[in-house]
């Protein structure tokens, strides 16, 4: 029997956050044919626990599927080798071999890259991003993960830790960061922020806050980004203002970005970037606002994801396939 070329085989890609596993069978096309979500066990979010549900979903896959590769996408700091996490803020990932342990559970080729990076090659080969060569991917979740395509090639950098946007100092001195630092733009400008901004207005029992306060029964821990798009949908003041907010800090870094990499497109994703033109409408302003040299140079678009909450599974995916050897028939 011959084996199907690593262009034509089926390859699992795993996305894993601070809260959820997701896996799915993906086709070279970056079809998603089969999928599991699983959320990460809040009993401990320890190394073996987190390795022990990844194996779980990807099994369970492969008793319907044969799979030639497995692709993750990790939350965290992944090295040059695409093999260790280094460093995982919201889970208890420090210099893990992730790529050796499954590898040798699963009996399979297991390719380990950052979420973000996974994601940004989804869409620049499925998504928003198609057949354009220079991309700033920046994905917009409980924190902010990041990832540049020049070229048409993912930058890794030279320690496969460039794209991490989120952690650029934006306010020295300002609010506290997961990461150990303070002021960093994804305290400004991310999941986090918009439930931020809105508990402190309900718990200082503003009046511009009436809407947000009843929809809460005034228990301001109950607030989510999800619960300030809807509402901001629905006209709530208070709720626009918060997006207008958030959507002003990213367009000024991504005017920042713009003068580091020179992008023709900015890929706006994650949870966050559901808002749609609510967060956009206000980024694009501050980022033409802001824009070094603006007025003589071309200005890059800034456009929503196109594969959502799938995207960093068919990106690692993708990312399994195209590191397997071409096979023979």
């Not at 401990?44 to 030639?68: D, H, N």
């Not at 918009?194 to 301001?220: F, I, K, N, Y």
């Not at 206000?282 to 594969?307: D, I, S």
Request: contains cysteine; hydrophobic residues 45%; glycine residues 14%.
């Amino acid at each position: 029997m011959t084996e199907p070329r690593a262009e034509d085989a089926l390859t699992i890609g795993v996305d894993i956050g601070g809260t959820k596993v997701a896996a799915g069978v993906v086709t070279a096309e970056g079809h998603v044919l089969a999928r599991l979500r699983t959320e990460t066990p809040e009993r401990s979010k320890s190394p073996a626990v987190v390795e022990e549900t990844i194996v779980g979903v990807v099994r369970e896959l492969m008793r319907e599927f044969t799979v030639v590769a497995v692709g993750v996408g990790a939350a965290g700091f992944v090295d040059e080798q695409r093999a260790n996490v280094l460093f995982a803020p919201h889970l208890s990932w420090r210099r893990e071999p992730l790529r050796d342990a499954l590898s040798d559970r699963l009996d399979l080729p297991v390719v380990v890259e950052n979420d973000a990076n996974a994601a940004a090659w989804a869409e620049v080969r499925a998504g928003a991003g198609q057949g354009v060569d220079n991309v700033v991917v920046v994905n917009l979740g409980t924190g902010i993960g990041g990832a540049v395509v020049l070229g048409g090639r993912l930058h890794r950098g030279r320690y496969g830790l460039a794209g991490e946007f989120g952690h650029m100092t934006v306010v020295p001195g300002g609010h506290r960061c997961e990461c150990g630092n303070r002021g960093c733009w994804e305290q400004y400008a991310s999941g986090n922020a918009v439930t931020r901004e809105a508990r402190e207005l309900v718990r200082a029992e503003s009046p511009v806050a009436r809407v947000l306060h009843q929809a809460v029964g005034g228990d301001a821990d109950l607030i989510t980004g999800p619960l300030v798009s809807e509402l901001a949908s629905k006209g709530d003041r208070a709720c626009v203002e918060i997006l207008e907010d958030v959507g002003t800090w990213l367009g000024t870094g991504l005017a920042n970005l713009a003068a580091a990499f020179d992008p023709e497109l900015f890929i706006i994703g994650g949870g966050v970037s559901e808002a749609g033109e609510l967060l956009l409408g206000p980024a694009r302003t501050a980022f033409e606002r802001n824009l070094t040299g603006r007025g003589y140079r071309p200005t890059a678009r800034v456009v929503a994801a196109a594969l959502g909450n799938e995207a960093g599974l068919i990106g690692a995916a993708a990312l399994a396939r195209e590191t397997l050897p071409d096979r023979e028939h």
